[in-house]
């Protein structure tokens, strides 16, 4: 990081806490804030926090959008893939655990029953084209782009 920093003849700026005691009364509004805010996601917690465990690259080459996106441990049998206009939707599930289960758990960091992701695609595609790999825990998907959609060259005539 340093060498980056000098190389763009950047100075490092020294970390500066926040006193909350300088805020005064406002301390209160802050945590009855956070708690407010807990308890009204708190109803769709457990499908957010597994949101950034699927993390997604959505690119485009010349003629193809093309989504990778991490899935490990999922068997292609429980993944669900579609495509409706623009917007592309893949929905998969997890084992779910066992109810009465007696674990208590110090991390739980291992996602557990459906999710879904949706993305917006950058261009037209053709759906009935597009192909679906799964090799070691990466989702691929190559979308070839409608004849539209596509770059095209155009040359330039001389008089």
């Known amino acids: 990081m340093l060498d980056i920093a000098r190389r763009q003849n950047l100075q490092p700026v020294p970390f500066r806490s926040w006193n909350l005691a300088n805020f005064g009364g406002f301390n209160d509004l802050f945590s009855e804030f956070d708690r407010l805010w807990g308890e009204l996601t708190a109803p769709f917690s457990s499908q957010f926090r597994w949101a950034a465990s699927y993390p997604v690259d959505l690119y485009e ?3 193809s959008v093309v989504l990778e996106m991490a899935v490990p441990g999922i068997r292609k049998e ?11 939707t893949i929905r998969g599930k997890y084992p779910e655990i066992p109810e009465g289960d007696e674990r208590r758990y110090w991390v739980q960091g291992i996602p557990h029953g459906a999710f879904s992701r949706s993305v917006s695609l950058p261009a037209s595609v053709e759906v009935d084209k597009v192909k679906a790999v799964i090799n070691d825990g990466l989702l691929t998907l190559t979308m070839p782009k409608v004849a539209e959609a596509r770059v095209r060259k155009i040359a330039i005539a001389s008089n």
């Open 61 to 63: 080459t010349g003629d």
């Open 78 to 88: 429980d993944l669900d893939i579609s495509i409706e206009g623009n917007q592309l």
